[in-house]
């Protein structure tokens, strides 16, 4: 019995660490300057008030960021989506040469990092001309091996009798991907481009590096900018902050399950 | 799926069109490190320069943020000799060696920017052997804010020298009944920038570095030790600092906003900041810098940044004509909370009236042009090591108890490494 | 079957150009331009021979940064193992209201990384922070070294905790129940169960989440950024900070491509000692 309720007092310990932080978030988001700043801090903001919020909304640049983060995530999990489903295409449907040695290429660019190759990349990107463009903050990451691999093993476990069949049919091999593979494997088809969205959506150092105008920041590097804090508006600062994660937050209680099903399938595999 | 594809393609169209016609002709880019209320009020200078006199000479005038005035040097010194080198940029005086050094630079003078109507200064602040590097736009000075609540009740002024802030220190601090301080008597660890004042002021004028602290010249030589200047200061604050009411922190905002300090010294552009975080909670007034000592008479430098020029197009010299006009000047100030840097405004009605309806903003105008024009800001290679070199030693005598002739020793040499280091490089050349 | 090269080829193609142009490529380029003196504005001047690595290793600020990333990682890594550990042991079998602590672990994988960053900035901001309120403490959190590393090394636990948290409940989930419900037929307590029959069986799992983590305490870096920008006296500055530091803001291109190398080669062969080791996993298992 004492062992259930340490057990119990344990989880609710662990439950508050994590909770603390964007609990803290939210309440602060309500915040005025002085709640910051009071002698004795406080967890509850002194009064209600969405002035930090329309703050956040009117700044010039926040719509902005939020729109190029969300182009550019969408333009990425798309673009990674495809360009992955054609390669596992090639590797599990199609017979030619090279194929092993060109699929352990792809491969063995997962033991790479990309974060140590942030300098050759950015002049590469620069060199042609990309900077502060979407496509500058897109391609680098549109090629990734582990969303390869994903794809790799939906399509591996699709009956290649099928395939055969279809194709005994005369339905070319476009035809076969867009109305039977890809209807068949798509819930992995939808992890991946969730996954991508996701990560790009969130990706930080990146479009750090290579945007500068304000116009072409993503939210995630605009938001250490709006400039809030400097003048003291931190409760604006956190209203951006709640807004952007208020989304992911949704879309973790509608997935929760299906998410974590992928997420362990992805690196399992 | 047929649906997600038209969506993509329509996005994708978006992206392409939006990432294109980046570069334009007759637009003059301007990089700064303005956030906030800085920023919108930046953007409404330019909108009222492209809605005049730029429309009349069909130019537009674009401001692109670059993070802090660190990184928009950094950016600039990158995308030297490329067409990637904005019109102006926006740099303070960390930036001042390597543009004084650099041929890509137009400076003020090359660009024939009239100087009499400047501040001297601000002239002064960003003069050099090549002349007036740049235009002086975002005046500031370090001022005192102190906590006038607190002051009022232990009927304490504000202090003129640091000796009296150490006599004052125990009645503007508070401790609790088990000897906690509940309240310093000043939150913040001198560096750099307050060095400026401390060391500069000092016998009515003294450098850090030779050649002016590095404005005229390579500097070669620290001046710090050999003039006794750091010595002296240190002397000084370690005895306030041993009232117990000294607070060594690098937010001192923080502190000082919440009420856990009386004091604070702050860049004077902070006053509409401060007064946002502490409302009604006290009453917050602004002095002059403390002096070191009776001799240390020399005031304050201007601090801030200056417009630095890469083209010498007649648009660039129309705008730079338009920011320095009276109305320009007087709202930037006003908006903003820096010191305006044409004279004319200083004499004009409106500001004057201004000045008066916000006596805390006049402090730092009154102190500038109390101060000797002469004291001016370091130029220093190695800028950021050295301000944290600045901080590590001040800790080290007032917490750790070093030896005050060994810091100083210590602080001299460190500096004279990165001057030889800079010469080393620049001589090779 | 009829070969198809061409057609394949034309699908490969773009995941191909995409891999040689900005894995490859970037790493020869690190590789070659480590042995070269390049000038700020990219101008080859000549071999370099090792001088960038020697005179980034006679650089004290590097060698700090290698000290600041490993005393990140011994308090890092033991944290974030020790939380997602216990986190998934008590939350290992379905019950009732187990599901809302589910879903609060899994909160920080709805925070982005500069969300999460700003946040821990504003908890642990000076001595009037809301973290010295709650533990009643009076700690400089991100003004004194030893507190800002220990804030950073949270940070990273915060960063990672959701997914690990997954990996890891649901390796536990995935055990035979069989397996346990023997034992406790045999009499075994839940805890003896727990190491001696769960705990073995998710190993293989936690020491994937362990790799990872060390893969990912030695590369951070924008963390870094937004939290400390390296300080408090340039405490926090990582080895990754470093080169975001000289490659970037410095222009030293040599000593950027050296960093490059060094870290590329060692998260390389950190991943591949996974991989090899989950392929000695799987074949044993």
């Known amino acids: 019995m004492i062992g259930r309720t340490a057990e119990r007092f344990l989880l609710i310990f662990l439950l508050a660490i994590i909770a603390f932080p964007i609990a803290y978030a939210l309440m602060a988001s309500f915040f005025s300057p002085m709640d910051f700043t009071d002698s004795y801090a406080h967890f509850l903001p002194s009064s209600f008030s969405l002035d930090n919020y329309r703050m956040a909304l009117g700044n010039r640049y926040y719509p902005q960021f939020i729109a190029n983060s969300v182009i550019t995530s969408v333009i990425q999990a798309f673009l990674r989506s495809a360009v992955s489903i054609a390669a596992a295409f090639a590797f599990t449907h199609l017979e030619f040469s090279g194929s092993k040695p060109m699929l352990i290429v792809l491969l063995v660019t997962m033991f790479i990092p990309p974060d140590a190759l942030l300098y050759p990349n950015y002049s590469t990107i620069a060199g042609m001309g990309l900077l502060d463009t979407y496509w500058g903050i897109i391609l680098p990451s549109v090629f990734s091996a582990s969303s390869l691999l994903m794809i790799l093993g939906a399509f591996r476990s699709c009956d290649k009798n ?8 005369g339905s070319g091999d476009g035809r076969y991907v867009m109305q039977i593979l890809l209807p068949m494997t798509r819930s992995i088809i939808a992890a991946v481009f969730l996954q991508t969205f996701i ?4 990706s930080y150092l990146w479009p ?10 993503t939210v995630q590097v605009g938001i250490t900018m709006l400039g809030f804090a400097e003048s003291g508006e931190f409760g604006a600062q956190f209203a951006a902050i709640m807004m952007i994660t208020l989304p992911f937050l949704i879309i973790l209680v509608i997935a929760r399950r299906k998410m974590m099903q992928a997420l362990s399938d992805s690196i399992i595999n | 799926m047929k649906k997600a594809f038209s969506v993509f393609i329509v996005l994708l169209a978006s992206a392409l069109l939006s990432a294109g016609g980046s570069k334009e002709e007759n637009t003059i880019t301007i990089w700064h490190q303005f956030t906030g209320a800085h920023s919108d009020m930046f953007d409404e200078i330019l909108d009222g320069f492209n809605e005049t006199i730029g429309k009349d000479i069909g130019v537009t005038a674009e401001g692109v943020y670059q993070g802090a005035a660190n990184d928009v040097l950094t950016k600039v010194k990158a995308a030297a000799g490329t067409s990637e080198l904005p019109d102006i940029a926006a740099m303070d005086a960390t930036a001042c060696l390597d543009m004084k050094e650099s041929d890509y630079l137009i400076t003020a003078d090359e660009a024939g920017i009239d100087k009499s109507i400047l501040l001297p200064a601000a002239v002064r602040a960003f003069t050099s052997d090549r002349g007036l590097l740049a235009v002086p736009f975002c005046c500031s000075s370090l001022i005192l804010y102190y906590n006038k609540t607190v002051f009022d009740e232990a009927g304490a002024e504000p202090p003129r020298t640091l000796d009296d802030f150490t006599a004052i220190a125990p009645r503007i601090g508070q401790r609790d009944s088990k000897g906690n301080v509940t309240r310093y008597a000043f939150a913040g660890t001198p560096t750099t920038y307050e060095l400026g004042a401390f060391i500069g002021a000092q016998n009515g004028l003294s450098y850090m570095v030779d050649g002016k602290n590095g404005h005229f010249g390579v500097p070669r030589n620290v001046l710090i030790e050999t003039d006794g200047t750091f010595r002296n200061f240190l002397v000084h604050w370690k005895q306030f600092y041993d009232t117990g009411f000294v607070l060594n922190t690098s937010d001192q905002m923080q502190e000082f906003a919440a009420g856990r300090s009386a004091s604070m010294l702050n860049a004077s552009d902070r006053l509409p900041t ?17 002096m070191t000592d009776e001799n240390a008479t020399g005031g304050v430098n201007i601090g801030g940044s200056a417009l630095f020029m890469f083209s010498d197009s007649e648009a660039v010299k129309a705008f730079m004509d338009y920011i320095l006009s009276l109305d320009c000047q007087r709202s930037w100030a006003e908006g903003t909370g820096y010191l305006p840097a044409t004279s004319a405004v200083y004499s004009d009605p409106e500001f004057q009236e201004y000045l008066e309806a916000n006596p805390l ?57 990165q001057l030889d280091d800079y010469a080393r490089q620049n001589t090779s050349k | 079957m009829k070969r198809q090269n061409t057609k394949a080829y034309l699908l490969l193609l773009p995941s191909m150009i ?11 380029q690190s590789i070659i331009g480590s042995f070269l003196n390049v000038s700020q504005q990219g101008k080859v001047l000549g071999a370099a021979g090792l001088d960038n690595y020697i005179s980034l290793f006679s650089d004290k600020a590097f060698i700090n940064s290698i000290g600041h990333t490993f005393l990140f990682l011994a308090i890092f890594l033991p944290l974030n193992t020790v939380l997602i550990l216990l986190a998934a042991i008590l939350t290992r079998r379905k019950r009732r209201h187990i599901a809302i602590a589910e879903y609060v672990f899994l909160i920080p994988m709805a925070v982005s990384l500069s969300s999460i960053s700003l946040i821990f900035r504003e908890i ?14 009076d700690l400089p959190w991100l003004e004194s070294p030893g507190c800002a590393i220990f804030v950073l090394a949270l940070l990273g636990v915060f960063l990672d905790f959701g997914i690990d948290y997954i990996l890891l409940l649901s390796s536990f989930r995935k055990i035979d129940r069989s397996l346990i419900e023997a034992a406790s037929i045999d009499g075994a307590g839940s805890l003896r169960t727990l190491f001696y029959i769960e705990l073995p069986e998710v190993k293989p799992m936690l020491s994937v989440i362990i790799f990872l983590a060390i893969k990912d305490a030695i590369m951070i870096s924008a963390p870094v950024m937004i939290l400390t920008a390296g300080g408090p006296f340039r405490s926090t500055e990582t080895i990754m900070y470093y080169y975001y530091l000289e490659a970037f803001r410095s222009g030293n291109r040599g000593t950027g491509s050296s960093i490059a190398t060094l870290m590329a080669i060692l998260a390389g062969l950190i991943m591949a000692t996974m991989a090899a080791r989950r392929r000695h996993d799987r074949e044993n298992g």
């Open chain 3, 124 to 137: 642990f901001r000076g001595r009037v922070s809301i973290a010295n309120r709650i533990l009643s403490t």
């Open chain 1, 208 to 217: 750090l590096l290579v945007t500068s105008r304000m116009g072409m920041r």
């Open chain 2, 361 to 417: 903003y006049g402090t730092a105008v009154a102190q500038t042009l109390a101060s000797n024009p002469e004291v001016t800001g370091i130029w220093m290679p190695s800028g950021y090591q050295i301000y944290h070199t600045y901080q590590s030693e001040i800790r080290e005598v007032t917490e750790n108890g070093k030896d005050i002739d060994q810091a100083v020793h210590d602080m001299a040499s460190f500096i004279q490494l």
């Open chain 1, 162 to 169: 099928i395939y055969e069949a279809a194709r005994i049919d």
């Open chain 2, 274 to 290: 401060l007064q946002r975080l502490i409302g009604d909670r006290f009453e917050i007034a602004t002095a002059f810098v403390p």
């Open chain 3, 18 to 28: 995409l891999a040689v142009l900005f894995s490859f490529l970037p790493l020869i």
């Open chain 1, 199 to 202: 990560t790009a959506f969130n």
